[in-house]
């Protein structure tokens, strides 16, 4: 399994939660850095956060520092984007897949799924 799953997207307000899954095979958590990256409409991709699978170290995007917290449940295989605080500006389709994370953000390594939308609005 190349590619990755993602779900959790949804209509929410200005303030709100959302918490996006990454499901994955056992094979890609142990041996690869995660990453989420979301394209706004009109706009190209970025890279939002990633964790890495040696020494669990984590980046986050300027603009979502103190608001998103990425993390994996090696049981469960997956990786979530817990996002707090939602903005208009968080619109988009979200990504996960296997990444370089690099002090810059992640760099995707792997195939681009379906995505999932999250939609920021009154």
Known sequence: QLQLA?????LVQPGGSLRLSCAASERILNNFAIGWFRQAPGKGREGVSCISSSDGSLYYAESVKGRFTISRDNAKNAVYLEMNSLKPEDTGVYYCGRALCSSHGPI???SWGWGTQVTVSS
Do not use: L, R
Not at 6 to 10: A, C, F, H, I, P
């Open 6 to 10: 993602e779900s959790g997207g949804g």
């Open 108 to 110: 995707m390594a792997g």
